[in-house]
């Protein structure tokens, strides 16, 4: 047993030593002790940033630009409106101008109404120069398109839930598990903190807030992706609706889930129901030519509801392209694999989805055989939809 007089006299000769060796090293001792201390400065850097949530490494990303442009999909959705107001709640937070663009139309009356309901404003573009050169952040797409010059821009930002290899050269979140982008960040505010604000109260200036209007966007793009919290659902989007609820304001909800309908929707998903063509468990209409390109999902939708229909494709033309909407709720048919195989042999043609839902667009006259490949026609086309769902191409 060592006693403590033992102890003691050890532990000053250690001391002794050590106050000896700098003495005798004065610089290498400096460069030790400079050495130790950038070493615990990394490790705690690197502590800080494994800890550090998605959104507050978003907004870090944000914040270390004076102005960023959210970039919408053509034709964009409650879920791509909300996931874009989200991004320029984010960055007026940090002090960061955001604007918000978006190619094609918004026609769907879901669309619009939620667009005027909650006062937004967004800009139309139609090529990459109508673009100021800001730092691009990509919100429910992974990859630009849509516009003259897409392929040159190099988003900084993605943040999505659909496949693709996109990815932003500061940010990537890319959630295919997830129902909703609306979702994804929704996840942000709640972990970072920010407390939806009581629609009928006045906000509490020590919390950061979530606007009425950010609150009841984020949770209607999380129903309209998710058919009311019915399919392709996750935890996530559970914890979302959850956490916005509070904040939301339930007259505008409403003014934007029961707009009014425009006839010609009305009359494609007629002619959906009466041109369809079943086979088996599997139905393909085609609606012809539409000036309303967005009544064609819907009457995607429709046409699911049939009776022993599992799987259907309504397609029909615009400005001679045609557009393919997609449904399934078959087990057998992954509806964004299949359209894409059935065009990936068209020039100029793309398709894709999730297992429950796809689209695609594909021109008239590629499609009948201009540039490489023998071409076909819509009675052609639509067997090659069957074909697709039926797993044999």
């Given at each position: ?18 106050s000896g060796f700098i003495n005798a090293n004065p610089l290498l001792a400096v460069g030790i002790l400079v050495v130790a201390f950038l070493v615990i400065a990394l490790v705690a850097y690197a502590i800080r940033r494994v800890r550090r949530s998605d959104g507050q490494t978003l907004a870090s990303v944000l914040a270390s630009h004076d102005e960023i442009e959210v970039l919408m999909h053509p034709n ?280 429950r839902m796809g689209g695609g667009q594909l021109s008239v006259d590629h499609m009948e055989g201009i540039g490489p490949g023998d071409g076909m026609d819509r009675d052609q086309l639509q067997q090659r939809l069957f074909d697709a769902m039926n797993g044999d191409i």
């Amino acid at each position: 047993m060592v006693s403590a007089d033992a102890g003691s006299v050890g532990l000053q000769a250690d001391v002794e030593s050590v106050s000896g060796f700098i003495n005798a090293n004065p610089l290498l001792a400096v460069g030790i002790l400079v050495v130790a201390f950038l070493v615990i400065a990394l490790v705690a850097y690197a502590i800080r940033r494994v800890r550090r949530s998605d959104g507050q490494t978003l907004a870090s990303v944000l914040a270390s630009h004076d102005e960023i442009e959210v970039l919408m999909h053509p034709n964009p959705d409650p879920d791509a409106m909300s996931a874009a107001m989200a991004v320029q709640a984010m960055a007026n937070e940090v002090g960061t101008e955001a604007a918000i663009h978006y190619p094609g139309q918004i026609r769907h009356q879901e669309n619009r109404a939620f667009e005027t309901v909650l006062d937004l404003d967004f800009d139309r573009i139609e090529s990459e120069a109508d673009l100021s050169g800001a730092p691009v952040v990509l919100v429910d797409h992974n990859e630009p398109r849509g516009f003259s010059g897409a392929e040159s821009v190099d988003p900084i930002v993605v943040v999505d839930h659909h496949p693709g290899g996109g990815t932003g050269t500061e940010f990537t979140d890319v959630r295919t598990d997830a129902g909703a982008c609306a979702s994804i960040f929704a996840e942000y505010f709640r972990v970072m903190g920010w407390q939806p604000g009581d629609p009928e109260e006045e906000e509490d200036s020590e919390v950061t807030v979530l606007s009425p209007e950010l609150a009841t966007g984020l949770l209607y793009g999380i129903q309209s992706d998710t058919k009311s919290l019915t399919k392709g659902c996750s935890t996530i989007e559970f914890d979302a609706a959850a956490y916005l609820y509070p904040g939301v304001d339930q007259s505008r909800l409403d003014r934007i889930a029961n707009p009014e309908v425009d006839a010609e929707v009305l009359d494609t998903k007629a002619t959906a129901i009466r041109s369809r063509d079943v086979r088996n468990a599997f139905a393909v209409s085609d609606v012809g030519t539409v000036s309303n390109v967005d009544a064609i999902p819907q009457a995607a939708d429709e046409l699911l509801r049939l009776e022993g229909v599992t799987a259907v494709v309504v397609l029909g033309d615009d400005e001679e392209t045609i557009h393919l909407s997609g449904r399934s709720r078959d087990d057998r048919v992954h509806m964004g694999k299949a359209l894409r195989s059935v065009v990936e042999d068209i020039p100029m043609a793309g398709a894709g989805g999730h297992a429950r839902m796809g689209g695609g667009q594909l021109s008239v006259d590629h499609m009948e055989g201009i540039g490489p490949g023998d071409g076909m026609d819509r009675d052609q086309l639509q067997q090659r939809l069957f074909d697709a769902m039926n797993g044999d191409i």
